[in-house]
């Protein structure tokens, strides 16, 4: 289903809506799709609706237009310089988005797990709307301090890389598929016969290479979120592993050192993807933390 309005939300809705809600926000260019059907149910079997949704730009919701490669070089080059610049869209918009699934759904308040750029939006939305937020679990996100270790060199090579052929489905395919093992879970390897049948279900489903830049660009020009960061009383857990090549474990660190009360968890082996080995502890991990929440909860402590 789509939200109305002037941008369109793709959006799916699991489980009991009268059970309390758990909604997902995606990372950089994913789709709703990539939170996977067992870890979603398992959710669902904890006692949660749980709510999926394409991020804009990405997947089945509307696009945006704009951007480039020399708009990409304007936010970088303002970044580092810390002067404004126009941009298609912000990551404040992306939370205005959320919420408009929610009001889609008629959910008043929500549990939110983000992952990686999705934590973003849940921490922006947890400090500017803390009265729409029951909980929050930051996954494999940063704080946007600016001193942070960044990914190594063949990572960002990597990230910067095209497939050789971006209008053939196989060539596409073995491009993100290389991604995904060089930035996942060293500890944790997906079987690569299951690893492509994964990306090749999103590509076929949708693939906007151009939209993931822009996303980039609101990711680069929400800069130091840590001022943001200490306006948040929603009790926040985040989960990082310490393996992961592209947002380094510190990046999990700093944004649990910034909201006050966060709890830490830190995974052996992990990166930065949720390899099928790891989706039982981190669906226990959240719904612990999410029921800890819920004071009707009969799982609540």
């Known amino acids: 289903m789509r939200t109305t309005g002037a941008f369109p939300i793709e959006y799916e809705s699991l489980g009991d809506p009268a059970h309390p809600a758990i909604v997902l926000i995606m990372g950089l260019g994913m789709q709703l799709v990539t939170w996977p059907d067992t870890f979603c149910q398992a959710l669902v079997a904890g006692g949660f609706r749980v709510v999926r949704f394409d991020n804009r730009d990405s997947g089945l919701s ?53 992952i990686s750029m999705g934590g973003m939006i849940g921490q922006v939305l947890a400090a500017e709307h803390p009265q729409r937020v029951l ?52 500890g944790y390897p997906e079987p ?42 929603t009790p926040t857990l985040i989960i990082h592993g310490r393996d992961d090549p592209l947002v380094p474990l510190s990046g999990g660190q700093d944004t649990a050192a910034h909201v006050r009360g966060a709890k830490l968890m830190v995974i052996d082996g992990m990166g930065h993807d949720l390899s ?26």
């Open 192 to 233: 690569v016969q299951a690893l492509r049948e994964r990306v090749s279900r999103g590509v076929k489903r949708a693939y906007n290479p151009a939209g993931t830049n822009r996303q980039v660009m609101a990711v680069i020009a929400s800069g130091d979120r840590r001022p943001l960061l200490k306006k948040i009383n």
């Open 62 to 114: 509307a696009r945006a237009t704009g951007g480039g490669a020399l708009g990409m070089v304007k936010v970088i080059a303002a970044s580092v310089l810390k002067q404004p610049v126009r941009i298609p869209y912000t990551l404040h918009d992306m939370a205005q988005d959320t919420l408009a699934v929610m009001d889609a759904l008629q959910i008043e308040r929500a549990h939110i797990v983000g």
């Open 135 to 186: 909980s929050l679990t930051s996954i494999m996100s940063t704080s946007g301090h600016p001193r942070l270790p960044q990914p190594s060199l063949k990572v960002r090579r990597v990230l910067m890389s095209r497939p050789a052929n971006p209008k053939d489905l196989e060539s596409v395919v073995d491009h993100l598929v290389h991604v995904v093992q060089v930035i996942g879970s060293p």
């Open 276 to 301: 099928p080995a790891l989706l039982p502890q981190l669906a226990q991990a959240i719904l612990a933390h999410c029921h800890a929440v819920e004071p009707s909860s009969p799982y609540a402590n």
